[in-house]
């Protein structure tokens, strides 16, 4: 037997950093929501007790480094699952790109488990194990739009934004989450992005509103650290994009888009930049 996921891609509409916690972990206050840009997921039961992880990505590990593999390993060992598993990954998310390739990939490994061995775990109990894994793990075993708080854990699941296209562009370098976290002081934090007001503009479908209420605070970070972020974002402004932002601690940069006759300009002006650049939709 076979089971196949879907590994979406997640982008931060807003991402707040409130104070570093006493465990070492960041309290946030996120809105996230998926595109159409997804990893595939193969996953085949073994007859003995291994896992094994390949992928025609060469720029990925294949071992317990992978969040996939920890995945298993960890649905294996609550679950006292004895048979092995063949994980396959097509991989399409840029890698280190602040769009929870990893996250999402073990994600979908843990609920394609769950189907595949037949563990009847239900969604909250998934999240629960997605985040011994990772902060965006819960938010991708479910995906959809949320207001994750907490380190990421907390999630308060919200309306879809209003339908548009979204131009994601990556710059030909990887940025570390725990570098960019680590240079941050959230006690410092002059302008901040507003929650409710990313809500109010999802709730009533105004995109305008949505686009001008976009807002990260590890902005401030990664653009000083990596002026080509900066140079990426002003570039896609320049093209045309009516909200543009970075996603999670970045490099990747990506731009709304209301009318698909603008998508081309943008999409080619930016290839003309960098290598990594995708047209997509909202997953709504």
């Not at 890698?95 to 609920?111: H, Q």
Request: proline share 5%; with cysteine; charged share 25%.
């Amino acid at each position: 037997m076979k089971v196949f996921e879907k590994a979406p891609a997640k982008i931060n509409l807003s991402l707040d950093v409130l104070y570093k916690r006493e465990d070492g972990f960041h309290e946030v206050e996120m809105v996230m929501t998926m595109v159409d840009l997804a990893d595939r997921i193969e996953m085949q039961e073994l007859p003995r007790d291994t896992i094994i992880i390949s992928s025609q990505a060469g720029y990925i590990p294949l071992d317990e480094k992978n969040l996939a593999f920890q995945a298993a390993r960890l649905i294996k060992e609550r679950y006292e699952v004895k048979q092995g598993v063949y994980i396959h990954l097509d991989k399409k998310i840029p890698v280190a790109a602040g769009l929870a390739g990893g996250s999402s990939d073990a994600a979908a490994t843990l609920r394609g488990l769950n189907k595949l061995w037949k563990l009847g775990i239900s969604n909250e109990e998934l999240q629960r194990l997605g985040s011994v894994l990772g902060s965006d793990v819960p938010f991708c075993v479910t995906g959809g739009t949320a207001v994750a708080r907490g380190r990421g854990e907390l999630l308060e699941p919200i309306e879809a934004p209003p339908q548009c296209w979204v131009v994601l562009a990556k710059p030909p370098i990887n940025v570390s989450t725990a570098e960019i976290y680590g240079k941050l002081r959230a006690s410092e934090i002059q302008r901040r992005p507003s929650t409710p007001h990313i809500i109010e503009a999802i709730r009533h479908k105004r995109f305008d509103d949505l686009c001008a209420a976009l807002g990260n605070v590890l902005e401030e970070v990664t653009l000083d650290l990596y002026p080509e972020v900066k140079q990426l974002k002003e570039v896609m402004m320049r093209l045309g994009a009516e909200g543009v932002l970075m996603s999670g601690s970045g490099p990747t940069v990506f731009g709304l888009v209301s009318k698909e006759a603008k998508v081309a300009r943008i999409y080619n002006g930016l290839r003309g930049f960098c290598k990594d650049v995708y047209a997509v939709r909202l997953l709504t």
